[in-house]
């Protein structure tokens, strides 16, 4: 399967006609493509002197033929519009430069960006061949604007109505059936859960998606993702693409980059769930805080107008914030919960692990008077993952209501759903435990060491990095997570980017007791760590390869290099003589 990248005809179709289709289908989208043409005609208009000429220019905007969005300047081909985007890191030369490459093509530009502004604090490129005149009326930027072969409308809000400019485009080409979509949203257990709703529903009778960091597409046919949430234009084009394909239900992640950033803006999501929040993304976000208000979007009916259930795992610190949410929204709230003292929905009241799965008393009281109690054998490891379970079933409950698919029918297929590739993945072995995972913050470390603990007869060993280019606050914290948890500790490369891995490991040391240090191994080659741990761990031991999980690349100087933490495994078993 491969991702959109056009249109699904070549036919070109104009701005006036989608606000008339739009309107014919009750659809916010004219409202918005309104207010846009006439807000960027006022500002513009405003801005030069010979503002009825750009007042003239800008209505004809609206019947300009175009053949579809682009958000990468490199891509835009002639006729295509160019959505001009600010950067979380701005840069005016290299926004300027997008504006000047996107212009040689396009019908016209849709720019977030005050192109004034921009082209003032820019300087003008040798190949614009713009002749700069002396008229003081006239700003040197102005010029700029005015010489460029195409319109520019600036349109400081269009991130509010990108998503849906783009799926209306697409489907006013050729009409198709969305699916329903289940948001997973959380600082771990999103890429699980999402698989997870997926397994479950199709198990009980739809077809499902996945979108998220293990991949795109149908279950067992996913395609590499490059993002854990991809740009408006991405995931537009992938949702249109589902729906071609006769997908009834999609499950995705919501990171809080694609939340914060709105690429999820106009995604028909009709249930959010919400997992936990630990430390991680404070190089983007200023603070929890911040974090926890960008999932909390997920729940805000003013930016994900179809929702209908907001499933809320209560266990977790930053809950409140995404109850107080949900609730203001008047949404259907379903909590879950791993502490059987607690009033939730779906309760865990019993919990026996094994390193075969988990045994699971559920206990489910949805507030109609009817309280569930069934005994669920899941095959998934780790204490975690039973809530994970919980949040899934949840979903699958909340989606299935409209066709009578309830908790009865859901708990006798758990026992066949799979665990997300990297994500307690066992990789087989004559003697001793090993798995891979993907956690890759101090919470997600720890977890995964508390679930197998309580198997190990032997010794818990961890192996583990932290990632360059990234908040260094977190690894003093992630090392000192693997060494709460593990007996024997081993502190390599993870994906080091443009950072040297000794510093990377030196950050990481910081804090370490001589004691710890006494239970530490330093490797900075990730496979010879992973190879040392093999040729260590005992028949009784159990060891994690953590951080990478799914991943088959180590990223190094911009270069991304083939490295599978699964497959170093086990070829390292194999020459140990261990499968």
Not at 472 to 493: C, E, F, H, S
Request: aromatic share 6%.
């Amino acid at each position: 399967m491969t991702m959109l990248t056009s249109s699904p005809t070549s036919a070109t179709v104009n701005l006036q006609q989608l606000m008339d289709a739009s309107n014919r289908n009750d659809h916010r989208l004219a409202q918005a493509l309104s207010a846009m043409i006439a807000a960027s005609a006022q500002v513009l208009a405003t801005q030069t002197s010979t503002n009825q000429a750009a007042a003239a220019q800008l209505n004809t905007v609206a019947n300009v033929p175009f053949q579809r969005f682009r958000l990468d300047s490199r891509q835009v081909a002639p006729n295509d519009v160019f959505v001009l985007l600010k950067s979380h890191t701005p840069n005016c030369q290299k926004s300027r430069d997008y504006l000047y490459q996107a212009a040689k093509n396009a019908a016209f530009i849709l720019s977030e960006i005050d192109p004034i502004a921009l082209l003032a604090t820019a300087n003008v490129p040798p190949h614009a061949n713009i002749a700069l005149s002396t008229d003081d009326s006239q700003s040197v930027a102005q010029q700029q604007l005015d010489s460029l072969p195409c319109p520019v409308l600036y349109v400081p809000n269009i991130r509010d109505f990108l998503g849906d400019l783009i799926q209306s485009h697409l489907q006013y080409q050729q009409p198709v059936t969305l699916p329903a979509v289940v948001a997973v949203t959380g600082t771990n257990g999103k890429t699980t859960i999402s698989q997870l709703v997926a397994q479950l529903t199709q198990l009980t009778g739809m077809s499902s998606a996945v979108m998220g960091t293990a991949g795109n597409g149908r279950l067992g046919a996913l395609v590499q993702a490059s993002h854990t949430t991809g740009d408006a234009l991405a995931v537009q084009q992938f949702l249109y693409q589902m729906g071609s394909e006769n997908a009834e239900l999609l499950a995705l992640e919501a990171s809080s980059h694609g939340l914060d950033q709105q690429r999820l803006q106009g995604m028909p999501v009709s249930v959010a769930i919400y997992t936990n929040l630990s430390r991680d993304h404070l190089d983007y976000h200023a603070d929890m805080a911040e974090y926890a208000s960008a999932k909390a979007r997920l729940f805000d009916k003013a930016h994900f107008p179809d929702l209908t259930h907001a499933i809320i795992n209560i266990d977790d610190e930053h809950a409140q914030v995404m109850l107080d949410t949900a609730h203001a929204s008047e949404l259907t709230v379903w909590t879950y919960s791993l502490d059987a003292s607690k009033t939730a929905t779906f309760v865990a009241a019993k919990i026996k692990p094994s390193l075969q799965g988990v045994e699971i008393s559920l206990h489910t009281d949805f507030g109609d008077g009817k309280i569930n109690n069934l005994d669920i054998v899941s095959p998934l490891l780790g204490r975690f993952n039973v809530a994970n379970l919980l949040a899934a079933m949840a979903a699958a409950v909340a989606i299935g209501a409209k066709s009578n698919v309830g908790i009865e029918r859901i708990a006798p297929v758990v026992p066949q759903l799979q665990g997300a590739v990297g994500r307690m993945q066992r990789v087989p072995s004559n003697d001793g435990c090993f798995i891979v995972d993907y956690a890759h913050t101090p919470d997600a470390l720890s977890q995964v060491l508390a679930s197998l603990k309580t198997h190990c007869k032997g010794q818990l060993w961890a192996v583990f990095g932290c990632g360059g280019d990234r908040d260094a606050g977190k690894r003093p914290l992630m090392a000192q997570a693997g060494l709460a948890g593990a007996d024997q500790v081993i502190l390599t490369a993870d994906n080091p980017r443009t950072e040297d891995p000794q510093v990377i490991l030196q950050d990481m040391q910081a804090g370490m007791s001589a004691e710890q240090y006494q239970r530490t191994h330093i490797e900075p080659a990730r496979q010879k760590a992973i190879e040392y741990a093999v040729n260590q761990a005992a028949a009784d031991d159990i060891v994690v390869i953590a951080g990478k999980g799914h991943e088959t690349y180590q990223e190094i100087n911009n270069v991304r290099y083939d490295f599978d933490d699964s497959v170093i495994l086990q070829n390292a078993l194999e020459h140990a003589g261990r499968v």
